[in-house]
Structures are given as structure tokens and as C-alpha cells.
């Protein structure tokens, strides 16, 4: 049987569960009570990762989404900058 590791979003306690392949994942956090247990899947059993990581793809997938926009609004306000430089450095070889 392997080892899972889990981990509570909770409380933030993590501890090792031993379970059959075919176990459901449990919720419940043993510290804290509260179902927010997550079986949190290390590499090399990314096989398991199907059914049983949608907590961890859930949040990866949220964050970058962020990053990309964070980054996209970067460039655009870049664009901004660049095009009002070109218009000040007009302005000012008009002005001399
Ligand atoms: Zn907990």
C-alpha cells in the first residue's frame, strides 16, 4: 500500500496515510477536523495525480492566470510609456 502525504489547508498540519490505490482520498484533517484535507501529491507519483490533485491544478492554474495578466498589463502599460515618449520627444523637437 502506498504512503500518501496530506495536507490541511486549514491548519496547515500535514501527516502520512497509509491507503489502498483504490481509497478515496479522505477530507477530513485529523489536527483541525475541518474537511479541508488535500492529499498532496510529491513527484514521481504524478500517475496518482489524476482524481486526486485538482486542489493543487485548481490553484496553479488560478496563479498563473494572475501572473499572465499581471504580466500583460505590464507590457501594456510599457506600450503606454513608450508612445508618450515618442510624443514628448516630439513636442520637444518642436518646441526648439
Ligand atoms: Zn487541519
Known sequence: MPT?????RECEH????????????????PECGKLKAKRVIGPGAGIIFKGSGF?????RSSSYKKGAEADKKAKESAKKSAKSE???SD????YS
Open 55 to 59: 486542489y493543487q491544478t485548481d490553484y
Open 4 to 8: 500518501y502525504d496530506y495536507e490541511c
Open 91 to 94: 513636442s520637444k523637437s518642436s
Open 14 to 29: 500535514t501527516w502520512e496515510l497509509f491507503q489502498s490505490i483504490k481509497a478515496k482520498p479522505i477530507r477530513k484533517c
Open 86 to 88: 515618442t510624443k514628448s
